[in-house]
Each structure stands twice: as C-alpha cells, then as structure tokens.
C-alpha cells in the first residue's frame, strides 16, 4: 500500500491524520448508517471527497476560501448556510490559518445540528498556542509559526478555544481507536489524536 519511507498512500493520497480520521468518522459516528445526513467539509481533501461525493445517502458540500476544487467559495468566519444545518462538519488543519479562528468556530457550532459532530483538527506543535497578529509577511509567518500560511502555532489549550465557542470537545487517541497492528499497517502514530466536537446545548 505504501511506497518504501513513505507515509502518503500512492493510491488515495491520504496521510496518516487522513486515515485515522475516517476510521474514526466510521467507528464513532452515524455517518455511514444509509440514513439521509448533509455533511460540511471544509478544504477538502482529495482522499475524502472521492468517497464521500459518492455516498448517496449523504448531502455532501465542501467549501473552501479560493480553491477550486472546493464546490463553494466560502469565507468559514460567514458561513453561507442556515443554523442547525449540518449533521456532520469536517475541518482540518485549517484554522490555524484563519486570523478570527473564535469566530470560525462559532459559525461551525451556528450550523451544526444539536444532535450533529464536528471533527475540528489542528496541528498541535508546543504546549501553549503562540499568536502574534502583527507578523503579516509569508517569510515572518513562516519563521514563528513554521509555515507562511499559518498566524498561530496551536497547543493543547486550543481544545479550550473550541469549548468557548459552544462545542464539548474529547480528545481520542489512535490507540484508543485502532489496534497496534492496525496503527503499525497505516504508519499511524498511536499518540495521534482526533477532536471529536459536539454541541454544548444552550451554547
């Protein structure tokens, strides 16, 4: 399945935090139980929306700021869509990109349904998320943070962020999920962890 030193699959491109995702998506949520669900996937990635755009059961609409593989351009800080909309919402490794993450979340906990899950991923690089929003150039960017996208480098209080805009938030462990030979098959490390997200009520 995986060319030799590699950890991206030559097939569907996924990564390990890709592969570890949907097995959670299939394990943990109702999303492939054929019941009728509308699903919100934000920049989506090719080794999901291949499979998920074909799920006949499943509204399935992705978003993204400008990239034309999304099916709407869409800022996630105004999300375009009514409250309680979606069933399940799938972002990953995007909000440390966004100036006004709080208000990202908020709009995602807007349009998840009360009874709905949200799978929120960042990347956690240190102990305590480091933001600076007057470092504005790629190259500045790039040197703080580790990429010129990205404005923050996230720690583990960003599960706090998440809480305040309305979503209770569990960390899963892979190994808590998947076997260690499963985890050793896929080059998934069992210390990677899911944010599963669902919605405070009253929040």
Known sequence: MFRKNKIRCPACLSLPRH???????MKKSDLFNKKPKKM?????????????????????ITIDLKSPSAMLNMDITSIQFPDNYFDVIY???????????????KEMRRVCRPEGLAVLQVPIVTEQTIEDPTVLSYLGRMKKFGQGANVR?????????????????????AGD?????????????????????TPCFGA
């Open 153 to 173: 480098k996230c720690g583990w209080d960003y599960i706090d962020r998440m809480k305040s805009a309305g979503f209770d938030t569990q960390v899963v462990k």
């Open 177 to 197: 999920l998947l076997s260690c030979s499963e985890c050793k098959s896929m080059k998934i490390d069992r210390q990677r962890s899911i944010f599963f997200c």
């Open 91 to 105: 972002c990953s490794h995007v909000l440390q990109e966004v100036l006004d993450d709080y208000k990202a979340l």
């Open 19 to 25: 592969r570890l995702d949907w097995h959670f998506l």
């Open 40 to 60: 919100l996937h934000i920049a989506p990635e090719f080794c999901f929306s291949t499979n998920l755009s074909k799920m006949g059961h499943v509204q399935y």
